[in-house]
């Protein structure tokens, strides 16, 4: 076990190396300043999009624009934004929330320009649904088969091995267990049947949900974490300025951090930002496809506030309740350490933890959800409709025997298959760049009073 334990860890250092990392931030900041800080200037308009009535229902697509939004941010809204965060802060520091924040900002017009492409190359299936993704801009956009069929396969493996199954059970089950005294297999019973009933129903069934679960969920974090900060608020600033300054210098503490090296931090952070916000993966794009829009870049924009939302607002106030409460300091890790946060911030041994799990419990559960449509999306392109009752047993059958798995094994294997699906994608986004800056720039030039981007 040690031997696997070693050769999986061996291999997650080379591919989440500093060669992906850079390709990582470095397309985000390449859009960035490509489209003339595009998500900085038009957040208002992107967030106006989400919360507005939508135009688009007689529109091309399958779901509403915000349903496609609440389907990629019930795949990304997961156990990153719980057990990813204790982990990247456990493992790099402090300052592993500030490159989360850098990764998160800059990969906001990554998100912005592969949702873009996404709704721009998608076409219809054999069964009438709309299909789209980086499969289908690699193939048609970029004209590369070989790209195409590479994102298709590590996406089905991050579906099966990642962010789908693996981590997101696991975090269910031991919630369940140490909250309430579920036994472990009771608990993955459950779960299984409960993503059976949903997902069989496909895009429209799991839209439906996520419409619904994903915006209470993440209201509902979000209000225990600001009562977390509010009983700390007199170090707040402080707390801030320890995540700016251990962000840029050697960093060492007692307890269970040893202490961590600038790259450390830049490493954790940057990988489970993208773990938890998926911006750069291709994913979100899978979901952006379906929307019922006649506009890539209105959907472009309207995905970018998905990292936003994941990164920037949820992630940060579960960093910094970790920060405040010592928690980060402590010999917890994973979702213990969050829920040893929330227990020391609401001075509650019972309540605080309650708040946790059961947020965990609906993040994980709705980003199995989102990664099942994902996953079946690849197949679809990959062998055609035919195939996706056999993919959705074999989902469903992992679902089942992921509550068994040791975790840090899960997120060795979850590391490995995201930074592999996420290299074919970013080689499509820059190649394609000429057709991201064209679409921004004529959307804009229609836009009364509204200024066109740079493009250079």
Not at 259 to 275: C, D, E, H, K, Y
Request: one cysteine or more.
């Amino acid at each position: 076990m040690n031997q696997i334990h070693d050769a999986l860890s061996a291999i997650d250092s080379f591919i989440w190396g500093p060669p992906l990392l850079i390709l990582l931030v470095g397309t985000g900041v390449f859009f960035t300043f490509k489209l003339g800080l595009l998500q900085f200037r038009h957040l208002p308009t992107a967030l106006k999009l989400v919360f507005g009535r939508s135009s688009d229902d007689k529109s091309d697509g399958d779901v509403s624009s915000f349903a496609a939004l609440c389907t990629a941010l019930s795949a990304t809204i997961g156990t990153g934004n719980i057990v990813g965060v204790a982990t990247a802060i456990k493992l790099g520091g402090p300052g592993a929330l500030f490159w989360m924040w850098m990764a998160a900002l800059f990969g906001m017009a990554t998100k912005y320009a592969e949702c873009l492409l996404a709704v721009k190359y998608r076409q219809v299936d054999e069964k009438g649904q709309m299909v789209g993704g980086p499969m289908f801009f690699l193939l048609n956009g970029v004209g590369s088969k070989f790209l195409a069929t590479a994102f298709a396969i590590f996406a089905i493996g991050v579906a099966f091995f990642g962010i789908g199954t693996f981590p997101q059970v696991n975090a269910i089950v031991d919630a369940a267990n140490i909250s309430f005294g579920v036994p472990r297999g009771l608990a993955a019973l459950i779960i299984t049947v409960l993503v059976a009933t949903v997902t069989i129903g496909g895009i429209k069934s799991i839209s439906r949900v996520a419409s619904k679960v994903v915006p209470s969920m993440a209201v509902f974090y979000v209000v225990a974490c600001l009562s977390v900060l509010i009983s700390q608020s007199e170090h707040l600033m402080a707390a801030v300025s320890l995540v700016i300054t251990s962000a840029f210098s050697n960093s060492a503490a007692t307890g269970g951090f040893a202490g961590a090296s600038i790259m450390l931090a830049i490493q954790s952070g940057v990988a489970r930002g993208v773990f938890s916000n998926e911006s750069g993966l291709g994913s979100a794009p899978m979901a952006a496809a379906a929307a019922k829009t006649n506009s890539c870049v209105r959907q472009g924009l309207i995905s970018m506030t998905g990292t936003f939302f994941d990164t920037i607002l949820i992630c940060t106030m579960t960093g910094l309740a970790l920060i405040l409460t010592g928690a980060w300091k402590s010999d917890f890790a994973g979702a213990a350490m969050t829920t040893h946060a929330f227990a020391t911030g609401l001075n509650s041994a019972s309540f605080g933890p309650m708040l946790v799990t059961i947020g965990l419990m609906f993040f994980a559960f709705t980003t199995i959800l989102g990664w099942n449509y994902y996953g079946e999306r690849c197949v679809v392109f990959l062998m055609g409709t035919k195939a996706v009752l056999p993919y959705k047993i074999i989902f469903i059958a992992l679902v089942a025997s992921g509550a068994f798995l040791h975790l840090e094994l899960i997120w060795i294997i979850a590391d490995i298959v995201n930074g592999l699906m996420a290299i074919p994608n970013l080689i499509g986004l820059l190649l394609l760049r000429n057709v991201v800056v064209e679409e921004t720039k004529a959307y804009f030039s229609a836009s009364v009073g509204v200024a066109e981007p740079a493009n250079s």
